[in-house]
């Protein structure tokens, strides 16, 4: 086993949050502040002397060991506490699996787009030019709606046919 020298101000940190915090690294001695700071714990760290702990550092077992002092050690759940927790985390994975059900898009029945809807199940299907008519859109504003909110949104199938000589007409399949 081989011993780790550490730096004063390491040995004085590791040794306070062993002491005084519960492993938790909130002190640093007065003349460690901004970039030595980081220095400081970025050296630490790379010799695995700590480890983060949330939005801070903790001692890891390395530097409990690098000053000769026990490690904590962890309390292990009872057979029947760990039954438990398996039981509640397969609880928890069963939701997780489960697909989400995606909620049907709704019009309402006075709307423009149930008009436009209406209009394109009638058996003689309906043109742009009467699309824009009856709603007061503009031609890209309707061929946008037939993509983006009927096809899209609400899965409608839109077919056209154009006849000879004729303008192209619309209809939901």
């Given at each position: 086993?081989?011993?780790?020298?550490?730096?004063?101000?390491?040995?004085?940190?590791l040794?306070?949050?062993?002491?005084?915090?519960?492993?938790?690294?909130?002190w640093?001695?007065?003349?460690?502040?901004?970039?030595?700071?980081?220095?400081?714990?970025?050296?630490?760290?790379?010799?695995?002397?700590?480890?983060?702990?949330?939005?801070?550092?903790?001692?890891?077992?390395?530097?409990?060991?690098?000053?000769?002092?026990?490690?904590?050690?962890?309390?292990?759940?009872?057979?029947?506490?760990?039954?438990?927790?398996e039981?509640?985390?397969?609880?928890?994975?069963?939701?997780?699996?489960?697909?989400?059900?995606?909620?049907?898009?709704?019009?309402?029945?006075?709307?423009?787009?149930?008009?436009?809807?209406?209009?394109?199940?009638?058996?003689?299907?309906?043109?742009?030019?009467?699309?824009?008519?009856?709603?007061?859109?503009?031609?890209?504003?309707?061929?946008?709606?037939?993509?983006?909110?009927?096809?899209?949104?609400?899965?409608?199938?839109?077919?056209?046919?154009?006849?000879?000589?004729?303008?192209?007409?619309?209809?939901?399949?």
């Amino acid at each position: 086993m081989t011993t780790v020298q550490l730096t004063p101000a390491q040995h004085a940190i590791l040794a306070y949050a062993i002491n005084h915090t519960a492993g938790k690294i909130d002190w640093f001695p007065d003349n460690i502040k901004g970039g030595a700071r980081k220095k400081v714990l970025d050296g630490m760290f790379n010799r695995a002397l700590i480890t983060p702990d949330g939005d801070g550092w903790c001692v890891a077992a390395e530097g409990y060991d690098a000053l000769g002092m026990k490690r904590p050690t962890i309390p292990q759940p009872t057979p029947e506490v760990d039954a438990e927790l398996e039981q509640a985390v397969a609880a928890a994975e069963a939701t997780w699996t489960q697909a989400p059900t995606k909620a049907k898009p709704r019009t309402r029945d006075n709307s423009k787009q149930a008009e436009v809807i209406r209009m394109l199940q009638r058996p003689e299907g309906a043109t742009i030019g009467q699309i824009c008519a009856a709603t007061g859109w503009q031609a890209h504003t309707v061929r946008g709606t037939f993509a983006g909110a009927f096809k899209k949104k609400l899965g409608l199938t839109i077919v056209s046919d154009k006849p000879q000589g004729g303008e192209r007409v619309y209809r939901i399949a």
